[in-house]
Every structure is written in structure tokens, then in C-alpha cells.
């Protein structure tokens, strides 16, 4: 597999299991009907797991858990006792959402991600197969939310493609083995 520039990368969707092992699908923006997937059997970076667990806010966002607490905190900015309550809710709904799966979907103004996962509730956890659409530069979001969202995107963009062109890994603290790097761990599918 030759490797591409990252101005020609483009993600397609990657998703996380239980182990902790990635399964990452991609394009060269060049060669749009190539799809390259690739099952890593190799822990990614610890920079890489950080930057999917960045989505649980959009993830809560777009399945609206947070806006009665949004609603609470736009309406009480003269009680700050509430104005805590309401935003100590947002944070909480934001990690009571996993995120397994990001794939990016659609093009011009309906691009954007969907996102796969599960739910935390209290008496169990609630798998989400998939969000609504979350589209970039949406007009009915907040133009913070939107810039964040970009940023994480372009963030994530750039962690998969350290992950499987230049090798970026997990530290392996028992073996002196030093990782190869690049596609030589991963198993093409």
C-alpha cells in the first residue's frame, strides 16, 4: 500500500471496540471509489482514544440530551447557584456518552459525521446504532459548537493518519520491541 499526503486523506469512519483495537476505513481524495480499510491488531496512541472521546459531546448533543440543560443555563444567568446545576448537567450527559463508531457522511452543505455508540444509564448500558447527521457549520448550532467540532474533526483526521502512515502507537511498558510503524502492524481487510 503506498502511502498518500495528508492533503489527500480523507476518513471515511473509524470505530474502537472493547479491546481497544481500531478499525479505520479511508479514501485518497484523489482516488474517491479506492476504499482502504485496515483491522489493527496494534493499541493506538493514547492521543487517538483522547480525540474520539472528544465526540461524546456532539453525541449528546445531537441525540438532545442536553438541551432542557441548555434551556436552564441561557435562562438562570442571574441565579448562579442554578447556572452550576445547569451546566454541571450539560457535562454530565456529555459523559454518559461512549462513542464506538465515527463516520463521516454526505458532501457540500449535508456533510458531516454520524456517530455510533452506547448510552450509560442507570440501570444498564443502551447501545446507539447510530446519531442523527451532525452537519458541519449547521446554522441552528452555536458557531462555538461548530467551530469545535471542526477542530476535533481535523484533530481526529490527523490522529488516524499518524496511526497509519507514520506508526503513532501505544507504549508498550513490557517489551523492549520497538514498533515498526506505519502499515507494517496492521492487517489489511
Known amino acids: 500500500m503506498k502511502p498518500i499526503d495528508f492533503k489527500n486523506f480523507g476518513l471515511e469512519r473509524i470505530a474502537i471496540n472493547s479491546k481497544n483495537l481500531i478499525t479505520v476505513d479511508w479514501y485518497d481524495l484523489t482516488k474517491r471509489n479506492d476504499l482502504l480499510s485496515v483491522e489493527s491488531d496494534s493499541l493506538p496512541s493514547e492521543d487517538l482514544i483522547l480525540t474520539i472521546k472528544k465526540f461524546s459531546k456532539a453525541m449528546a448533543v445531537s441525540l438532545d440530551l442536553t438541551k432542557g440543560f441548555e434551556f436552564a443555563r441561557e435562562n438562570n444567568r442571574k441565579n448562579e447557584e442554578a447556572l452550576k446545576k ?12 461512549q462513542v464506538k463508531a465515527i463516520s ?7 456533510e458531516g459525521i454520524k456517530i455510533k455508540g452506547n448510552l450509560i444509564c442507570e440501570k444498564g448500558t443502551v447501545p446507539i446504532g447510530s446519531t442523527p447527521t451532525i452537519t458541519f457549520n449547521d446554522e441552528e448550532m452555536d458557531e462555538e459548537f461548530n ?9 481526529l ?4 493518519f499518524a ?7 501505544a507504549n508498550d511498558l513490557f517489551t523492549e520491541k520497538k514498533d515498526e510503524g506505519g502499515l507494517n502492524n496492521l492487517k489489511a481487510v
Open 86 to 97: 445547569a451546566v454541571h448537567g450539560c457535562l454530565e450527559e456529555y459523559e454518559r456518552c
Open 104 to 110: 463521516f457522511v454526505g458532501s457540500d452543505e449535508y
Open 147 to 155: 467551530n469545535e467540532l471542526d477542530a476535533i474533526c481535523e484533530e
Open 157 to 160: 483526521k490527523k490522529e488516524v
Open 163 to 169: 496511526f497509519i502512515y507514520q506508526g503513532k502507537r
